[in-house]
């Protein structure tokens, strides 16, 4: 069973609607992550964040809007997605950011994302 | 520019065979290196990695990997294929320069298949 967490495992909707993407670890890792994984290819990443701050955005479309609100969660705000947004999305968590013991990044097992 | 290659886009193996998916990198200074398994329809699971001390690093489900400074490879290997090994596999590296350190740098992922 994967520690991370993210719901819904599944989320059509319209190019007009506003959605949420949650992620939830328990850990106490200090980093998570946000990615896009197209099928049969790696993921992209897209966000992270370190300290409940955000430190990395990969030049990701303001359609996409992250939130930190606590160390344990992340969210990913959606709102006008584009067809080609159509992917799984992937919630990663690790202890530390620049983590120099180079622990591994822990994955969700994702959210699929259909844009009609 | 640090980058991780993986030649082949498919492995085909039999049940009991041993199998060895490929794995080469290029970094500017000592490499921190990861193998992530994804099975159908979940999210990418760790393996193992290397960051120092001896060139054969085991890891989970019986998969084992051999660093090679010389090659600059990091296959992975497992004496036994099962048919349960069928899936996904992606060789990351740490991005360690700059603005992007703690970065994963994902291979293009290889498909491997075992059949009975």
């Known amino acids: 069973d994967t520690e991370v967490t993210q719901t819904p495992k599944h989320l059509v909707m319209g190019m007009t609607n506003k959605k949420s993407l949650k992620c939830e670890q328990h850990m106490g890792h200090r980093a998570m992550y946000w990615y896009k994984q197209k099928a049969k290819k790696p993921p992209e990443l897209m966000f992270v964040y370190s300290y409940e701050k955000l430190s990395i955005n990969e030049s990701v479309p303001s359609r996409f809007s992250p939130e930190c609100p606590n160390s344990s969660l992340l969210n990913l705000h959606l709102h006008a997605l584009q067809p080609e947004d159509s992917a799984l999305y992937l919630c990663?968590?690790?202890?530390?950011?620049?983590?120099?013991?180079?622990?591994?990044?822990?994955f969700g097992d994702g959210t699929r994302l259909s844009i009609l | 520019a640090q980058s991780v290659a993986q030649p082949e886009d498919q492995v085909n193996v039999a049940e009991g065979n041993p199998l060895t998916v490929k794995c080469t990198y290029s970094v500017s200074g000592n490499p921190y290196l990861f193998w992530y398994v994804q099975y159908p329809n979940r999210g990418l699971q760790f393996l193992l990695k290397y960051i120092t001390g001896d060139n054969l690093v085991k890891g989970s489900y019986g998969f084992e990997a051999e660093f090679n400074k010389s090659q600059t490879s990091f296959h992975l290997k497992k004496p036994s294929a099962l048919v349960s090994d069928s899936a996904l596999y992606f060789c990351?590296?740490?991005?360690?320069?700059?603005?992007?350190?703690?970065?994963?740098?994902f291979g293009k992922g290889t498909k491997l298949s075992v059949k009975p």
């Open positions: 990351a590296v740490r991005d360690m320069s700059g603005g992007s350190q703690g970065n994963l740098i």
């Open positions: 990663a968590s690790s202890q530390e950011f620049k983590d120099y013991s180079n622990q591994p990044q822990h």
